[in-house]
Structure formats: structure tokens, C-alpha cells
């Protein structure tokens, strides 16, 4: 059963509460579904911001960001999630817009954080860094997120085919980006 197909009633139902309950902590079945979209993406970034502050080099730390972020956005549960937001945003934008805002927003802003002191220190040449934040999370997710969402890749991605698609996107990233070495 689809969002647009579940009533509070059948959620109240499968979760072995009464309907009266679910009021009690969700004004609706709406406020629900964001706090449940909350909960996972809560779990992602911290798991993200643990990946960059885990001691290691640049490239090591960007791999292990970037593989925990195209493992977790290409999980069955994410994609599902995704599908719902697409198919309830033309009724209703602002919560595609909320959605947004608490994900991929919040995910620049977390590796433009990241990226800022690397620039600073000068291991990272970026005159816009929040453009190269968006270029990294491109690379590092071509050929995985979108064929997912869509259906033409079935099944999330084999750990080599992460490794491989990131590996390649982190390379492009810091060739770009990288300091020249002697300056």
C-alpha cells in the first residue's frame, strides 16, 4: 500500500495501536511520515559526520563519506522514501521542499564544512565551495542514485560497484580541486 493509499487508520492498525494514539504524537498522517524521514535521516548524518572526523587522509575520508552516502541513498528504504516525496510534492511542494531542505540542503552544508577548513589550510584549492560540495556528491553518485530511483537498477548497488563509482568520483574531485604541490 502506497502513502496516498494508507489511511491513519491502517497505519494505527499495523502498528497495534489505536488511531487515538497516533493523534497523540502526530497531528497527521503527514507530521508521521516527516518524523519517520526525520529518524533515518538522523541516523545518516550522523554516520556521515563520524566518516569525516575519523582521523585519515583527505582521499581516505572522502571515500569513506562518499561510500556510506551512496550505499545508504541507493537502500531500498531511502529509494522508497524518495519515490513517496516525488509522488506527493506536485499536491503538496512544501513537504518536497522540507524534505530537501533537511537533506540534501543539510548534506552541503555538512561536507561545505568539511571542505572549508581543507581550503583554509591549503590542501584544497575551491573558489565556490558549496558548488564543489554539489559537483562531489554528483560524482560520487553517477550511475547509482538516479537508476535506482527510476527503476533501472533493481536491487541496491554491490559494494564493488559503490567502491568503483566512488573511487572515480573522489579521483575527479581532488584532481580538480586538490592544492598544486610546491606553491
Not at 533515518?40 to 548524518?45: G, N
Not at 537502500?75 to 510534492?89: F, K, L, Y
Amino acid at each position: 500500500m502506497g502513502y496516498d493509499a494508507a489511511s491513519v487508520n491502517d497505519i494505527a492498525r499495523e502498528a497495534g495501536v489505536s488511531k487515538g494514539t497516533i493523534y497523540v504524537y502526530f497531528s497527521s498522517k503527514e507530521d508521521l511520515f516527516e518524523e519517520l524521514m526525520d529518524e533515518v535521516r538522523e541516523s545518516l548524518f550522523r554516520e556521515l559526520e563520524a566518516e569525516l572526523e575519523r582521523p585519515g587522509t583527505l582521499k581516505d575520508r572522502l571515500l569513506r563519506y562518499a561510500t556510506v552516502l551512496a550505499t545508504r541513498l541507493c537502500s531500498d528504504r531511502v529509494i522508497r522514501a524518495h519515490r513517496v516525496i516525488i509522488g506527493v510534492t506536485e499536491r503538496m511542494p512544501e513537504i518536497g521542499a522540507r524534505f530537501y531542505d533537511r537533506g540534501a540542503t543539510r548534506g552541503t552544508r555538512l561536507l561545505v564544512g568539511f571542505l572549508e577548513p581543507e581550503v583554509a589550510a591549503g590542501r584544497l584549492t575551491i573558489p565556490d565551495i558549496p558548488l564543489a560540495a554539489s559537483q562531489f556528491f554528483e560524482l560520487c553518485m553517477v550511475g547509482l542514485f538516479r537508476p535506482r530511483l527510476l527503476g533501472h537498477m533493481p536491487a541496491p548497488p554491490t559494494e564493488a560497484e559503490v567502491a568503483r563509482i566512488v573511487s572515480a568520483g573522489v579521483d575527479m574531485f581532488l584532481c580538480r580541486y586538490s592544492a598544486p604541490v610546491g606553491r
